[in-house]
């Protein structure tokens, strides 16, 4: 099974925070850039998912040099394949249009995500991504099962502590 997870680089430690010129994006000094937490959990999901099934896992990211430091914790944490995008928007329409045409240049039979980004709290990206290439997507995932080559079960969160599959 070839699983990508994507992982966005967020802002570690922020100091002078402030509004950009555009009145649309931030500006901050900032040291460290990890990886976006909930991306986190898909990389551990496709961890699991390669332990009990095979395949290898590609991450990708997006953004400028200093984004390459996720991508090397993916690839300490047992990613096969590593893949930078230089493209560093916040506008998620242009990163949904961007991550789209890169991952239709990957193989892959599963594409995992995580529900929102730390340093936006925006979540469609993923979402919007999956649209463009006409793929079915499920949102708040909080368990995958691979049934066969062909089937995967996932159990998604609806609110209120209640999942469904």
């Known amino acids: 099974m070839n ?6 680089s967020v802002p570690g430690l922020v100091t002078d925070l402030k509004i950009g010129e555009d009145a649309r994006s931030l500006q901050y ?9 909930c991306d986190e959990y898909a990389l551990e999901e496709a961890l699991v998912l ?4 095979g395949g290898q896992i590609t991450v990708i990211s997006m953004g400028s040099i200093k984004a390459q430091d ?19 928007t916040q506008d998620p329409q242009v990163a949904s249009r961007v991550l789209a045409a890169a991952l239709k240049k990957l193989e892959y039979d599963l594409i995992l ?3 929102q980004a730390r340093d936006t709290l925006g979540g469609q990206v ?9 793929l079915p997507f499920a949102y708040a995932v909080v368990g995958v099962e691979v049934k066969d080559a062909q089937t995967i079960v996932v159990r998604k969160e609806l609110g209120g502590g209640r999942n469904a599959e």
């Open 70 to 88: 996720v991508l090397y914790y993916g690839l300490a944490k047992g990613a096969d394949k590593a893949v930078r995008v230089d493209c560093d």
């Open 126 to 134: 993923g979402i919007t991504a999956a649209n463009l290439l006409d």
């Open 50 to 53: 390669k332990k009990a099934h």
């Open 29 to 37: 000094q900032g040291q460290l850039l990890v990886i976006n937490e």
């Open 3 to 8: 699983i990508v997870v994507c992982c966005k």
């Open 113 to 115: 995500t995580g529900t």
